[in-house]
């Protein structure tokens, strides 16, 4: 069962989802432009693909993948060594009260969604899936 990734069990808020995709625009663009002085994490074309937003706004966990997938736990690795600065030129970047906290996690919705496709290409599967439609005929 997958886990919900926000602290509570309705579901973020539109300000949580707001929040969320602000910080995620301009989290990619300080990484696109290499703002951080790292080279380290420059040498990594990193996607920020999520932003979730704790219930008080005051923790931002990113989900982020490198390009191609290829050098993942380095590249979450130099992001976790330039939090600080990330942090603060994510803060100078929008017009919050307060920075929030960022933490960083690997996106694993494209592994997912390949699982999910090798699974229905397994031939058991798809004649189940199959048997189940002519069974609604």
């Known amino acids: 069962m997958a886990q919900n990734r926000y602290s509570h069990g309705s579901g973020p808020s539109q300000r949580q989802l707001r929040v969320g ?3 995620r625009r301009t989290l990619s663009d300080v990484l696109a432009r290499a703002d951080v002085h790292d080279p380290d994490l420059n040498r990594h074309s990193i996607t920020v693909g999520e ?7 005051k923790v931002a966990t990113a989900y982020v993948l490198p390009l191609g997938g290829q050098g993942a736990e380095d590249a979450l690795a130099a992001l976790r060594r330039n939090t600080p600065e990330l942090r603060h030129l994510v803060a100078k970047a929008m017009t919050l009260k307060y920075a929030p906290q ?26 189940d899936v199959e048997g189940a439609d002519d069974d609604e005929d």
């Not at 932003?51 to 706004?57: A, G, I, K, P, Q």
């Not at 694993?108 to 390949?114: A, L």
């Open 51 to 57: 932003v979730r937003m704790s219930t008080d706004l």
């Open 102 to 127: 960022l933490r960083f996690q690997l996106d694993e919705t494209f592994d997912r969604m390949d699982d999910t496709r090798r699974l229905f290409a397994d031939e058991r599967v798809r004649r």
């Open 21 to 23: 995709e602000l910080i």
